[in-house]
């Protein structure tokens, strides 16, 4: 955990030069999530399809990052009202980025989210910052049928 009394985090606009860092990041942190959730071979078409290099094209442009010490530890995607990604790094949990980043993203407009239903700590968190479930639906995630949860704030 980092020393709160020598925590520096800055919040900025992610650039097109933090892809690989995000990459590393985003896989890291899908892998935790849902690596044990969904079948070996949807991890397989999530690696071979590089998911999370298609996500960065399609929205870097729209991602904020928490940067600590010129290293990347969190990133957020909001666009529009749909918040589509909240990571960060496994080290820098507990210390209130996550909570940060979602915070600016709801100020910027971000109001809905969805989470699989069986990450409950991201529900409690989520719940704990204000956000309600307003659905349940199945997702497909890479051949996977999961039940996951729409949330809103208002």
């Known amino acids: 955990m ?3 009394l020598n925590f520096d985090c800055i919040f900025r606009p992610a650039k097109s030069s933090d892809a690989s860092a995000l990459h590393q990041l985003l896989h890291v942190c899908w892998m935790e999530t849902y690596g ?3 079948s ?3 991890v397989k078409r999530f690696t071979d399809e590089d998911a999370v290099g298609d996500h960065l094209r399609q929205f870097i442009d729209t991602m904020q990052v928490a940067e600590i010490n010129g290293e ?4 957020i995607n909001q666009f529009e009202e749909f918040i589509t ?5 496994k080290a820098f949990r507990g210390n209130r980025i996550g ?5 600016n993203a709801y100020i ?3 109001r809905w989210l969805e989470v699989g239903a069986f990450n409950t700590s991201a529900m409690a968190f989520y719940e704990g910052c204000g956000w309600r479930k307003t659905g349940e639906f199945f997702d497909d995630v890479f051949g996977t049928r999961l039940a996951a949860l729409l949330m809103f704030r208002d």
């Not at 990347?72 to 990133?75: A, K, M, R, Y």
């Not at 990604?85 to 790094?89: G, I, K, Q, T």
């Not at 909570?99 to 915070?103: D, E, K, P, V, Y």
């Open 85 to 89: 990604a909240l990571s960060v790094a």
């Open 40 to 42: 070996a071979d949807s």
């Open 108 to 110: 910027a407009g971000g």
């Open 36 to 38: 044990t959730q969904v």
């Open 2 to 4: 980092i020393d709160p």
């Open 99 to 103: 909570f940060s980043l979602l915070h």
């Open 72 to 75: 990347i530890v969190g990133v």
